[in-house]
């Protein structure tokens, strides 16, 4: 019994250290876009978050790709050629002159990382399934958060000894190692009766299946739109607190001081999910979610920036319902689709990732001289997906109009 458990307990660690590759190179990332910026010539520093959802269009389309293919050919290769393609990209972002190719190169690298991504959520789901499949997946979050909380201390360290460039270099050197834990310690969990032969046909008949699956498209969607709002706050966060609050040094520190918000409420989600069931956790943080966000935009509807203790404290309650969202909403979309469980979370990913891009990039426009405009889309994404659960959740819309 010791034994199983402490293999479990690697498993959780294994499994949100191929996740937090993807987390430390977009995070890192953060405190150097301004660098990056001014030696690649951007002229428009409103550009320089794409460094950020570039690689957020990349993770979306590499899932289409890599979840197909892992349902044919295995988990672990996919895995492995993934992260070969993040390598080659890694070297171009290094190696170029020029803002676009590096932008070209961040999409490659988010190619790349959807491997290990998308496998993470299918491997989970090959072993585990229910509210204990969300119990562990909110495990490997809660470990995987700690990435964020130190990702841009590490960055801004790695940019005061060394190069912009070396972060890309740490990013590589870091999923090396990581592979090679992953490639002696994770056996493959594709059973042999799930495997499908590989033709082209299979990229239709599990896309077919996925969308005649109600709650897993619905709850997709949901998982877009939060994905959306929180990168709103990724790719902005860096101009939000050095250009509106002048706190370029203590930026990392307040960055990862909200990540924990976040990691907390995804410890609580695990503690509670298999006694309150992930739907009834679900719509309480969505309501809270609408709620705390509609709280900011009322208050501060002048367009006036609070003082940063007041946003830091607003951010903190959002980030906190978010935890209860993320783990779950991917946990309600993959439970059905367990016969599917590579495609599907694939088309679960790119759906969510390629709705959030745009959104992103959309209310981050507006994210110039206030923070309003952020809270803003965090409401009318919050509504949004609120009525979505509604309509997929009709007993509890029934008791809402009761009460």
């Known amino acids: 019994m010791k034994n199983q458990s402490r293999s479990q307990v690697e498993f959780v660690i294994l499994m949100a250290a191929l996740m937090s590759i993807v987390a430390l190179t977009i995070d890192a990332l953060l405190p150097a876009l301004p660098d990056i910026g001014a030696d690649l010539n951007v002229a428009d520093i409103k550009d320089n978050p794409k460094l950020i959802t570039s690689i957020f269009l990349g993770l979306g389309c590499g899932q289409l790709l890599f979840g197909p293919l892992s349902d044919s050919f295995g988990r672990k290769p996919i895995v492995y050629i993934g992260f070969i393609v993040f390598l080659v990209a890694s070297y171009i972002c290094v190696t170029t002159k020029s803002f676009e190719i590096m932008l070209f190169g961040r999409v490659l ?3 790349g990382l959807a491997a290990p991504r998308t496998m993470t959520i299918a491997i989970v ?18 470990i995987f958060i700690l990435v964020p909380v130190i990702a841009p201390s590490l960055g801004q360290y790695i940019m005061n000894h060394f190069h912009w460039k070396m972060i890309f270099i740490f990013n590589a050197c870091f999923g090396i190692l990581v592979m090679l834990w992953f490639w002696l310690r994770q056996p493959e969990t594709l059973k042999d009766k799930h495997r499908i032969s590989y033709r082209l046909s299979i990229f239709k008949t599990g896309t ?11 709850y997709t969607i949901l998982s877009g739109l939060i ?11 860096q101009r939000v607190f050095e250009k509106q609050y002048d706190m370029k040094e203590e930026f990392p520190l307040i960055f990862a001081s909200l990540a924990i ?7 609580m989600n695990s503690q509670l999910v298999v006694r309150y069931g992930m739907r009834k956790i679900v719509h309480t943080a969505m309501l809270c979610f609408v709620l705390i966000s509609l709280l900011f935009v009322i208050v501060f509807n002048t367009g006036s920036n609070p003082s ?18 993320f783990g779950n909403l991917r946990a309600l979309a993959m439970e059905p689709m367990g016969h599917i469980a590579g495609i599907g979370s694939a088309l679960n990913g790119f759906v969510s990732t390629v709705m959030a891009v745009p ?4 209310i981050g426009k507006f994210v110039i001289d206030s923070v309003t405009p952020l809270f803003v889309g965090f409401t009318i994404c919050g509504v949004i997906s609120l009525l979505l659960f509604y309509s997929i959740n009709n007993r509890i819309f029934r008791n809402l109009r009761r009460a």
């Open 109 to 111: 690298q988010g190619i």
């Open 125 to 142: 789901r090959d072993s585990y399934s229910g509210d204990y499949m969300a119990k562990i997946l909110s495990f490997v979050v809660m």
């Open 208 to 218: 077919i299946a996925f969308f005649k699956i109600k709650p897993a498209v619905i």
């Open 227 to 237: 994905t959306g709002s929180f990168m709103v706050y990724l790719s902005t966060s």
């Open 261 to 267: 918000s976040v990691g907390l409420s995804t410890f």
């Open 308 to 325: 940063i203790e007041v946003l830091i404290g607003f951010f903190a309650l959002q980030f906190f319902t978010i935890g209860f969202l």
């Open 359 to 362: 959104i992103a990039d959309y």
